[in-house]
C-alpha cells in the first residue's frame, strides 16, 4: 500500500496531461450545504489546472442550509441523482455483487444498498452520456456505495475522500474502499486508525490531503489589533449547531468571563442540520437559562464572503469542538490573521500547535476554555504573535490548490474501465 504526503512548498500549478481524461465526476451530498465552501473551490482550482470538471450530488440540502452566494449557480450545475427510479433499481438488483454484498451483512448496510441500486443506474448513464471516466466522491457514505455499485454496473471508476471518522459514514466500508482506485485521507491520525482497522481493503493509493483554504481570499488587511481597554471584546465562531462542536460549552465558558467583569460579544454562523428547526432551539433556551442574550448571536448559515466579513471584524476566533477531524474553518481564521482558540481533539493538533500558532484547550473543558480566551484577550502581544504564525501555517500549507493537484495527479493515474492507464 503506498501512502503519499505533500510538502508545504506545493502550491504552484501542476502540469498535468489530460488528454485520455474526458471529465471528471465530482459528487458531493446534498450539494451545497452551509459548510461546502471547500468544495467549490477545489473544483474552481481543478478547472483552473485544465480539468472538465462534472458536478454531481444525491439531492438538494435543505433550503435553510442553502446560504452560499454561490449557491444557484452551483445547483445550476448540478446533476442530481435524486430519488431513484423504481424500473432503474429493479435492473440493478439482479445484477449486484451480493456474495461481496452479503458478506459484508447487516439490515442497514442492505437497506443503503436497495436505495442505491437505482442511483447506481442513473450515475452509470449519467457518466455515459458525459463522457465521465472517473467519479471522486467527497464522502465515505451513501454516496461511496453509490459509486462501488455503479462501477460494478459498468460505470465509471471512483476514488473517496474521508473527512471524519470511519464510524460516522454508516455501514459497508470495506465494499466501498476495497475497490476504489485511490483515496485521500485528511489527517495522519485518520490515516493510522483506517490502517488498523481495515488495512487489507484500502486502495493501494492512499494520500494525505488535507482540505485547504483560498488564503489570497481569506488574508489579512492589517495588522492584528487587540481589543481596546473599553472596547467589548468580539469573538466570531463558525459551525453547525450541533451538540458535538461544543456551543454550549462555549455559552459556560463565557458566563464565567462576564460574571469576573468582562464584556464579550460573540457571534455563532452556522445553523442545524434541519435548517434551523433541530438543535438551534435548545442553544437558544441555554443563551435564555444563563441569561446572555446581550452577549450572543445566532446567525444562521451565511455565505462565505460574510464569513470572511466576520472574520477580519472579531478580536479572537474560538470553536469549543468535542470532535473536529480537522477544521476548514480553524484554517479560515488562521489565514485571516485571527488568534484562534479549539480544542485538542481529533487532527486539529495536526493543524495547531498549541502556543505557537493557536491555543488548545480540552474538549468538553469550559474552565479551561474561559482561561484560554482570558489569556490571549489579556496579553496583546500573544495574540499578535498567534495572528502573525497562524497566517503563516496556512499560507505555508493549507491552500486551496493542493487538493485539485493531488485529484488531478491521482485520476490521470488510474486505470479507464476498460482496463487501459490513462497517462
Known amino acids: ?20 481524461v474526458t471529465k471528471i465526476g465530482y459528487l458531493v451530498p446534498q450539494f451545497p450545504g452551509q459548510t461546502h465552501i471547500f468544495f467549490w473551490r477545489e473544483i474552481a482550482e481543478m478547472e483552473k489546472r485544465g480539468a472538465e470538471v462534472a458536478l454531481l450530488s444525491t439531492r438538494k440540502p435543505p433550503s435553510g442550509l442553502i446560504a452560499h452566494s454561490w449557491s444557484d449557480a452551483a445547483m445550476a450545475r448540478t446533476h442530481y441523482l435524486g430519488t431513484p427510479n423504481p424500473l432503474d433499481t429493479l435492473s440493478a438488483l439482479p445484477r449486484l455483487p451480493w456474495g461481496e454484498l452479503l458478506a459484508e451483512g447487516g439490515r442497514d448496510f442492505l437497506k443503503d444498498v436497495a436505495i442505491s441500486a437505482g ?35 459498468g460505470g465509471p471508476t471512483y476514488s473517496i475522500t474521508l473527512h471524519g471518522p470511519l464510524q460516522d459514514y454508516g455501514p459497508g466500508q470495506r465494499v466501498k474502499w476495497r475497490h476504489a482506485e485511490f483515496a485521500t485521507i485528511i489527517t495522519d491520525k485518520l490515516i493510522a ?37 473599553n472596547e467589548p471584546l468580539r469573538i466570531f465562531s463558525c459551525a453547525r449547531l450541533n451538540r458535538v462542536k461544543g456551543h ?24 442545524d442540520d434541519a435548517g434551523g428547526s433541530g438543535f438551534r432551539a435548545e442553544l437558544e433556551a441555554e443563551v435564555v437559562r444563563l441569561g446572555l442574550q446581550d452577549h450572543v448571536t445566532l446567525l444562521g448559515a451565511i455565505d462565505a464572503d460574510t464569513v470572511r466579513a466576520k472574520l477580519l471584524g472579531a478580536h479572537m476566533f474560538v470553536l469549543a469542538s468535542w470532535a473536529e477531524p480537522l477544521g476548514v474553518v480553524y484554517m479560515e481564521a488562521m489565514s485571516c490573521g485571527l488568534p484562534t482558540i479549539g480544542t485538542a481533539a481529533g487532527g486539529v493538533p ?10 488548545l484547550v480540552p474538549p468538553q473543558d469550559p474552565a479551561a476554555l474561559a482561561r484560554a480566551i482570558a489569556r490571549v484577550a489579556d496579553d496583546p502581544a500573544l495574540a499578535a504573535n498567534l495572528s502573525t504564525a497562524g497566517h503563516a501555517r496556512i499560507v505555508s500549507g493549507y491552500g486551496a ?15 479507464s474501465p476498460s482496463g487501459t492507464i490513462k497517462s
Not at 500500500?1 to 485520455?20: A, I, P
Not at 454550549?248 to 445553523?271: K, M, N, P, T, W
Open 193 to 229: 486508525e483506517m490502517r488498523a482497522e481495515m488495512a487489507d481493503d484500502m486502495p493501494d493509493r492512499i494520500i494525505l490531503q488535507p482540505m485547504g483554504v483560498d488564503t489570497d481570499h481569506f488574508a489579512p488587511e492589517d495588522v492584528y489589533t487587540a481589543a481596546g481597554p
Open 350 to 359: 495536526e493543524l495547531i500547535t498549541d502556543g505557537v500558532d493557536g491555543i
Open 401 to 415: 490548490g493542493r487538493g485539485a493537484e493531488t485529484l488531478i495527479r491521482e485520476i490521470t493515474q488510474s486505470p
Open 248 to 271: 454550549q460549552d462555549h455559552f459556560a465558558a463565557l458566563r464565567q468571563l462576564i460574571d469576573e467583569g468582562r464584556d464579550i460579544r460573540l457571534e455563532i454562523a452556522g445553523e
Open 1 to 20: 500500500m503506498r501512502f503519499l504526503g505533500l510538502g508545504v512548498s506545493g502550491l504552484g500549478y501542476l502540469v498535468m496531461d489530460l488528454k485520455t
Open 119 to 153: 442511483a447506481a443506474v442513473a450515475l452509470k448513464r449519467y457518466a455515459k452520456a458525459q463522457g465521465i471516466t472517473h467519479v471522486h466522491v467527497h464522502s465515505c457514505g451513501r454516496g461511496a456505495l453509490i459509486a462501488r455499485l455503479s462501477k460494478h454496473l
